[in-house]
């Protein structure tokens, strides 16, 4: 787990207070040359379901360069509710182009979050649309087309556009 000091120097790095090498030397370790350690630290936040330690676990898994080794986490983190990173979770998979994490993006497209309440344009949805589409494969093509009949226009709009650009976005797809 990270303390307490490494979580604060980590959101002052992302707030562009801190360099990285000041990071770096606060962690003790370069992210980008460790990521088995950075994905250990992703596990234990998810295992102790530590909002902070996912958030903080999560700058430095972008700092380290998403592997495929990271998606069985990621799966579990877009799938649980105590945390506040489904967004980047839903962002990192469509990174990745993994079709491990097509049923879950499917259920992150649906799921509503309290946290999220405030964001009318279901920001969640349309990442989530926007991964399933760059996994480019018949089973992500199905879910789209599923979330295209929602009751709710906005989510359904989100995955008629990939559906419509699937093609035009062949260039995206990771299969």
């Known amino acids: 787990m990270l303390t307490e000091r490494q979580c604060q120097g980590i959101q002052m790095f992302v707030a562009h ?3 990285r ?3 770096e030397a606060l962690l003790g370790f370069d992210p980008h040359m460790a990521p088995e350690r950075v994905l250990g ?3 234990d936040a998810t295992g102790s379901r530590d909002a902070t330690q996912v958030s903080c676990a999560m700058v ?3 700092l380290t360069g998403l592997t495929a080794a990271f998606v069985p986490t990621l799966i579990r983190l877009l799938a649980t509710a105590w945390h506040y990173e489904h ?3 839903a962002h990192a998979l469509q990174v990745l182009k993994d079709s491990r994490a097509v049923d ?5 497209c649906q799921a509503r979050h309290d946290y999220l309440a405030y964001d009318d344009s279901h920001a969640l949805a349309r990442k989530c649309t926007w991964a399933l589409a760059d996994i480019g494969t018949s089973d992500a093509l199905a879910k789209l087309q599923i979330i295209a009949t929602s009751s709710d226009s906005l989510v359904a709009g989100y995955a008629r556009k990939r559906i419509d650009s699937w093609e035009a976005e062949r260039h995206r797809k990771g299969h």
């Open 17 to 19: 207070q801190v360099s």
């Open 41 to 43: 630290l992703l596990d």
């Open 21 to 23: 090498s000041d990071l």
């Open 60 to 62: 430095l898994a972008h």
């Open 87 to 89: 967004e980047d979770v």
């Open 104 to 108: 879950a993006l499917y259920a992150a």
